[in-house]
């Protein structure tokens, strides 16, 4: 079935570094990507995704390639800032008419200032 | 436009009761989805409404199930609660045409069964 296999944390960065957090997938077809943020006592949030190979999503200076080819949708932002502190979510979407997102398993990142 | 909202935010319960769940999705979109949040198994989807019909569901015991009414709002029940059945319980919305299979969700109803 379909699967996301995401960095296990917990990251921890200093302001300004950079970041890449790691999720590849196993699916059938060509599902949509996502990325989603939550940041403490809080629901999900979007931040960004992409629809099809070679997309790339982008948002509040993160940015996220979808590669077909090594199956991966890598999330990096080039600043990181300690507002961005929160738990994030690599997710795939569901073929045909199934809206069901599944999910890794969540990296939790904390910027230090 | 208003986000999905979800009532309560916070419950708690004893096991053996049961548990009734409400989300308001975003106005307009028809679809809605829901998923519980634990520690240890993650985010793991339970069921999706469309057009007040289950669409589809994930692998939860029959103690979970759900509706959808005429305005697309949804509820969630839980019947004889058990210890692990105490988690973040997050609903999300999609919208119809280019958006489907984007879903946005709400701030999630956290449920303690004691």
């Known amino acids: 079935g379909d699967s996301v296999t995401q960095m296990e944390g917990p990251v921890t960065l200093s302001e300004e570094a950079f970041l890449t957090i790691n999720c590849t997938y196993t699916a059938t077809g060509y599902p949509s990507l996502f990325w989603y943020v939550q940041y403490p006592g809080e629901g999900l949030q979007l931040l960004l995704k992409?629809?099809?190979?070679?997309d790339k999503g982008s948002n509040k200076g993160f940015e996220a390639t979808y590669r077909k080819e090594t199956t991966s949708f890598h999330l990096e932002k080039g600043s990181v800032q300690v507002s961005d502190s929160a738990v994030y979510f690599c997710?795939?979407?569901?073929?045909?008419?199934?809206?069901?997102?599944?999910f890794g398993s969540g990296t939790q990142l904390t910027v230090l200032p | 436009k208003a986000g999905v909202t979800q009532t309560p935010r916070y419950l708690i319960k004893t096991r053996g009761q049961q548990v009734t769940l409400s989300c308001s999705p975003i106005s307009g979109h028809r679809s809605v989805s829901w998923y519980q949040q634990t520690p240890g198994q993650g985010l793991q989807f339970l069921f999706e409404y469309f057009s007040e019909t289950q669409r589809n569901k994930g692998n939860f015991p029959g103690r979970f199930s759900g509706r959808q009414f005429s305005n697309s709002r949804s509820e969630m029940n839980v019947s004889t609660l058990e210890l692990g059945d105490s988690a973040l319980y997050l609903c999300?919305?999609?919208?119809?045409?280019?958006?489907?299979?984007?879903?946005?969700f709400g701030p999630g109803t956290r449920l303690l069964v004691l």
């Open positions: 997710a795939l979407g569901g073929s045909g008419s199934a809206r069901q997102l599944t």
């Open positions: 999300a919305s999609s919208p119809r045409g280019l958006d489907q299979e984007t879903q946005y």
């Open positions: 992409a629809t099809k190979a070679d």
